[in-house]
């Protein structure tokens, strides 16, 4: 079945250093890409997607590109700050009748100061 | 953009009993919802898809009669986690996706979780 590989965290960075978190999928076709952010005891917001091959999505400086050739959305930022402290979600949408979600295990950001 | 509201943020009840968290899609119509079960160290379980005014699809291992759900309108899903132990315990997430053309748009929206302590 289809599925979402993520890199383990947790990433500690300095502020303004830059940020890779890697995500490569397994899936039968072309699924839309997603990356979500959740804060501490909140639920998750949508950061970016991509919906087809060499497509790059992008929000609050965070880029992905979707690579059919090597099937993976890296997650990449120039300069993080603290504020981008959170848990960062890859995800696929499943081309099944429900079209659910399929997420990779979370990566844990903490930037510090 | 779309918002999803869950309630209650956080509940805390007694062994046995059972608790119903609520999540409401506030400014469309969402055909379908999901739940998901958020355990330590971030992963995130689906537990079961609802679509409106139909049974609940539930995913492997998940047992039906614990967690209820309904999803009795286009803007409401509920789910009822009967008698209660403390291994229930959880964070536990809706997620609502918009009927029609604007899924592609915006897809799937989140509520902000629903933290369950069973004492």
């Known amino acids: 079945g289809n599925s979402v590989t993520q890199m383990e965290g947790p990433v500690t960075l300095s502020e303004e250093a830059f940020l890779t978190i890697n995500c490569t999928y397994t899936?039968?076709?072309?699924?839309?890409l997603f990356w979500y952010v959740q804060y501490p005891g909140e639920g998750l917001q949508l950061l970016l997607k991509?919906?087809?091959?060499?497509d790059k999505g992008s929000n609050k400086g965070f880029e992905a590109t979707y690579r059919k050739e090597t099937t993976s959305f890296h997650l990449e930022k120039g300069s993080v700050q603290v504020s981008d402290s959170a848990v960062y979600f890859c995800?696929?949408?499943?081309?099944?009748?429900?079209?659910?979600?399929?997420f990779g295990t979370g990566t844990l950001l903490a930037v510090q100061p | 953009g779309a918002v999803v509201s869950q309630h209650p943020s956080w509940v805390i009840c007694k062994s046995g009993t059972s608790v119903k968290i609520e999540c409401r899609s506030l400014?469309?119509?969402?055909?379908?919802m999901f739940w998901y079960r958020q355990f330590p160290k971030q992963s995130l379980m689906l537990m079961a898809t609802?679509?409106?005014?139909?049974?609940?699809?539930?995913e492997q291992g998940v047992e039906k009669d614990k967690f209820l759900i309904n999803h009795a309108s286009l803007t409401l899903s509920t789910l009822t986690v009967t008698s209660a132990h403390p291994e229930d315990s959880s964070f536990y997430i809706c997620?609502?996706?918009?009927?029609?053309?604007?899924?592609?748009?915006?897809?799937?929206?989140f509520g902000s979780g629903t933290r369950l302590t069973v004492v």
């Open positions: 899936a039968t076709g072309y699924p839309s």
């Open positions: 991509a919906t087809k091959a060499d």
């Open positions: 995800a696929l949408r499943d081309g099944g009748a429900t079209n659910k979600l399929i």
């Open positions: 997620s609502a996706r918009e009927q029609g053309a604007q899924a592609h748009i915006y897809g799937y929206t």
């Open positions: 400014d469309f119509q969402a055909t379908t």
């Open positions: 609802s679509n409106e005014g139909s049974k609940a699809t539930y």
